[in-house]
């Protein structure tokens, strides 16, 4: 036998298998268990859910309950978490649902319905911390050149995303219906998708990541609108320098003006914002939207300022610039002309751009799954879906994905919204109708259940789940 | 340290073996007494599998030509015996063949210790398979291993010439030299359809075109049997016209083969368009493209898992 060195540079020599692998730094042998994590030899495949749910600081529930990748199984270790996941399911859904599993919570029988939903209707939508413009309210959000979605609503200090739904799934092209639910799935399971915005950016989102926009990874969500931030620090400011501007696309504050500056005796300072005044200290539209200084286009920030008023303003007058993010700031003095002139930002002054950039929390995107339980996948449930909805208006069935809580909406049908970080890993699959395929639990009574007209001639016991571990999926990796 | 192979009964009965690299999933179908004996016998023929392969890796990793010496061990020779008819044809080491040949192997120690209706043994998407006449298998047959999700069926009956299936493409655990998303072959046996798959999914391909990202195989894999060779990392979106031009090209060598009698029927897939070779009767993917049949999802009675 020849003898081997244990590394070659910085390969690994794994040794858990007689194939000897060679393995670069950050790659996988041929079994894709072991890798080489930073010079270490690691096995990587048992404790992927578990780690994620710990390093997010996250509950951990039961799921794993041996060395190896989840097979498949419904029910796993002592104290069950009976999720949806794998279950399967029948389409149309004509039949009961796969799993009905009674059991008792304190005493009372519960009834819990498993079954995976197939939402041809279903979408996500996002939530990008960001100041930056992405693009136009309405404009449409591409993956791969095809519409998969638009640009919503900018809401306090975020960007929102729709994507999917119907008329991306089954109504557009067959390209774009492919694209679509491909984009859904990986948003789903928490994998990164980059989005392109017509007559915007490109921007890559993934669930509980920031997004990087343009190629930037945006760090920051906002501390507030500029209004909002001068009336945090005002009184830090105040005594300090003799005019702030937070400049912000939305809301751009001034300190002399506004009521907080007023407060605590602020002296008028001539200056000029260009862009339409609110109220008293509060100018909207400074500039165009854009990736620079407070997610307006404008690198300079003294592009918003018009000529200061002579009857007002005085050489020497200091004024800090400063954004929403505290990222961005300038500091300048008046010369003898009126005209502000860069100069260092006073050491009793940076503590308070560093209290910006410190109050402001990590920019992220959030992915919420949006689905409805339609007639048919309600159908296996009970005999009589109406009352399935009706139930779960009156809370006597709580519905959860995968084990996740979920957001019913008020209204008609059961439509729900779920944070996919909040699933097991990989719990959204697909049909190639195209649509999603995801986890939905109803939990309720057994007493209820038998009123809403279940199939109680298909309830089975809970350990019976347990003992045969019923199985649904191939080898455990797809259905 | 060396881990032992792995042996254990899955909570519905099947059985599953690991050792290093190979992960194998295996039911047996008839009297329950021929079951144990079967996995009994699976498990004694896999105990060694893996180490007499090993003894042999720096030949079975080196081209095979018409002068290739012979490997010993019964493994290595049905790897070396399923890629000969290719080695005149194309660039390829028995490597092409080995998940395919482990699985035949172990399906073989099987049946010869045991009566049975019908078996399988999945290695990580190579399947060898046993059928009596009458009996069958449905395979769903995915294009991504690394999402989930069908985009054909097949029905393999006891009737037809079928006992292997396996599916090659640039996203499983292996390189590709070409672009197919997923190649399913149908043949003979395990280890031809392996080869077979290897070969058509890297003809699947539109050489030159700026769309393909490529970069030597060793660059990620010291020990890869490709060596220097450029094998796929990444494939942008292609336009329908270059998406069927790349599938044409595969097609051609599938049909080629099938006329051959080499393989019976194969499925070439590539950024959301199939191309199928042969008997649609027993590869059948056009329906489940368009919808999921109404038991689609409760169907499965095998499942590939990944490319080999």
């Known amino acids: 036998m020849l003898e081997v060195a244990d590394r070659i540079d910085d390969k690994i020599r794994c040794d858990a298998c007689p194939v000897n692998c060679f393995i670069k730094p950050g790659m996988t042998g041929a079994c894709d268990r072991y890798a080489n994590h930073a010079g270490e030899l690691v096995r990587i495949d048992p404790h992927v859910l578990l780690e994620r749910t710990v390093s997010e600081g996250g509950k951990i529930v039961p799921f794993l309950d041996r060395p190896r990748e989840w097979n498949g199984d419904i029910v796993n270790g002592p104290s069950p978490v009976i999720t949806a996941i794998g279950a399967g399911t029948t389409y149309p859904d004509y039949k009961p649902a796969p799993f009905i599993v009674s059991s008792k919570i304190d005493g009372v029988d519960m009834v819990t319905v498993v079954t995976e939903g197939i939402y041809s209707y279903c979408?996500?939508?996002?939530?990008?911390?960001?100041?930056?413009?992405?693009?136009?309210?309405?404009?449409?959000?591409?993956?791969?050149?095809?519409?998969?979605?638009?640009?919503?609503?900018?809401?306090?200090?975020?960007?929102?995303?729709?994507?999917?739904?119907?008329?991306?799934?089954?109504?557009?092209?067959?390209?774009?219906?492919?694209?679509?639910?491909?984009?859904?799935?990986?948003?789903?399971?928490?994998?990164?998708?980059?989005?392109?915005?017509?007559?915007?950016?490109?921007?890559?989102?993934?669930?509980?990541?920031?997004?990087?926009?343009?190629?930037?990874?945006?760090?920051?969500?906002?501390?507030?609108?500029?209004?909002?931030?001068?009336?945090?620090?005002?009184?830090?400011?105040?005594?300090?320098?003799?005019?702030?501007?937070?400049?912000?696309?939305?809301?751009?504050?001034?300190?002399?003006?506004?009521?907080?500056?007023?407060?605590?005796?602020?002296?008028?300072?001539?200056?000029?914002?260009?862009?339409?005044?609110s109220t008293p200290g509060r100018y909207f539209h400074v500039a165009e939207p854009g990736s620079g200084w407070g997610g307006a286009a404008i690198t300079d920030p003294l592009d918003i300022l018009g000529p200061f008023n002579p009857k007002e303003a005085w050489p020497g007058l200091t004024m800090l610039m400063v954004s929403t993010t505290g990222e961005q700031h300038a500091y300048y003095e008046l010369d003898d002309q009126l005209r502000p002139i860069k100069t260092r930002l006073p050491e009793n002054l940076v503590e308070s751009v560093e209290r910006i950039r410190e109050n402001c929390e990590p920019a992220l995107c959030s992915v919420l799954f949006m689905g409805g339980a339609g007639g048919s996948l309600r159908a296996g449930v009970t005999e009589n879906p109406v009352r399935l909805t009706r139930s779960v208006r009156q809370a006597l069935t709580t519905v959860t994905a995968g084990g996740a809580p979920v957001t019913v909406w008020p209204g008609g049908g059961i439509t729900f919204m779920v944070d996919v970080t909040l699933l097991p890993e990989n719990a959204f699959g697909y049909v190639p109708t195209p649509a999603l395929v995801a986890p939905i639990e109803f939990t309720m009574r057994l007493d209820d259940y038998a009123a809403l007209g279940g199939h109680v001639d298909y309830i089975r016991p809970v350990e019976e789940i347990i003992g045969e571990r019923a199985n649904r999926l191939g080898d455990g990796t797809l259905r | 340290m060396r881990e032992p192979p792995q042996h254990r009964r899955l909570s519905d009965g099947r059985l599953h073996l690991n050792d290093g690299p190979i992960d194998l999933i295996i039911e047996a179908f008839g009297?329950?007494?021929?079951?144990?004996?079967?996995?009994?016998?699976?498990?004694?023929?896999?105990?060694?599998?893996?180490?007499?392969?090993?003894?042999?890796?720096?030949?079975?990793?080196?081209?095979?030509?018409?002068?290739?010496?012979?490997?010993?061990?019964?493994?290595?020779?049905?790897?070396?015996?399923?890629?000969?008819?290719?080695?005149?044809?194309?660039?390829?080491?028995?490597?092409?063949?080995?998940?395919?040949?482990?699985?035949?192997?172990?399906?073989?120690?099987?049946?010869?210790?045991?009566?049975?209706?019908?078996?399988?043994?999945?290695?990580?998407?190579?399947?060898?398979?046993?059928?009596?006449?009458?009996?069958?298998?449905?395979?769903?047959?995915?294009?991504?291993?690394?999402?989930?999700?069908?985009?054909?069926?097949?029905?393999?009956?006891?009737?037809?010439?079928?006992?292997?299936?396996?599916?090659?493409?640039?996203?499983?655990?292996?390189?590709?030299?070409?672009?197919?998303?997923?190649?399913?072959?149908?043949a003979a046996s395990a280890s031809a359809a392996d080869a077979a798959a290897t070969i058509v999914a890297n003809a699947v391909d539109l050489p030159g075109h700026p769309a393909i990202r490529r970069a030597p195989a060793n660059a990620f894999d010291l020990q890869s049997d490709l060596g220097e060779k450029l094998v796929t990392r990444d494939v942008a979106s292609l336009n329908a016209d270059e998406v069927d031009a790349a599938l044409a090209r595969g097609w051609r060598e599938a049909e080629r083969l099938r006329q051959a009698g080499r393989i019976v029927a194969a499925a070439l897939h590539l950024q959301g368009e199939t191309f199928v070779c042969g008997a649609l009767s027993t590869l059948s993917c056009a329906p489940a493209k368009l919808s999921p049949p109404e038991d689609f999802p409760s169907c499965p009675a095998l499942i590939f898992a990944s490319a080999s």
């Open chain 1, 123 to 277: 979408g996500v939508k996002v939530k990008i911390d960001t100041d930056r413009h992405l693009g136009a309210e309405c404009a449409v959000v591409r993956a791969q050149g095809e519409p998969v979605g638009h640009v919503t609503t900018g809401e306090y200090g975020s960007q929102m995303l729709s994507l999917g739904g119907v008329n991306h799934l089954t109504h557009g092209g067959k390209k774009e219906g492919r694209v679509t639910c491909e984009t859904l799935l990986d948003l789903c399971n928490g994998k990164a998708v980059e989005l392109t915005v017509d007559g915007g950016v490109s921007v890559v989102v993934q669930a509980g990541r920031a997004p990087i926009i343009n190629g930037h990874a945006e760090e920051r969500m906002r501390v507030g609108c500029g209004s909002a931030t001068i009336g945090m620090f005002a009184k830090q400011w105040y005594g300090k320098v003799d005019e702030v501007v937070v400049v912000d696309d939305h809301i751009t504050g001034v300190l002399s003006e506004h009521q907080a500056g007023k407060v605590l005796g602020a002296r008028d300072t001539g200056v000029k914002i260009k862009g339409r005044r």
């Open chain 2, 31 to 186: 009297a329950e007494v021929e079951i144990e004996r079967a996995y009994q016998a699976a498990g004694l023929r896999f105990q060694t599998l893996l180490d007499e392969l090993c003894s042999e890796l720096p030949l079975l990793r080196t081209q095979a030509t018409a002068n290739s010496l012979h490997p010993k061990g019964s493994v290595a020779r049905r790897m070396a015996d399923a890629v000969a008819p290719f080695a005149p044809e194309a660039y390829i080491t028995p490597m092409a063949a080995v998940a395919g040949s482990v699985a035949e192997e172990i399906l073989e120690a099987m049946t010869k210790a045991a009566t049975l209706n019908r078996a399988y043994v999945n290695n990580g998407g190579d399947i060898a398979l046993h059928l009596l006449p009458g009996e069958r298998f449905r395979v769903a047959i995915i294009d991504r291993p690394d999402q989930a999700g069908a985009f054909g069926r097949a029905e393999i009956t006891g009737d037809s010439d079928v006992r292997g299936v396996a599916t090659s493409g640039r996203h499983g655990r292996s390189f590709s030299l070409g672009i197919a998303d997923a190649v399913t072959v149908l």
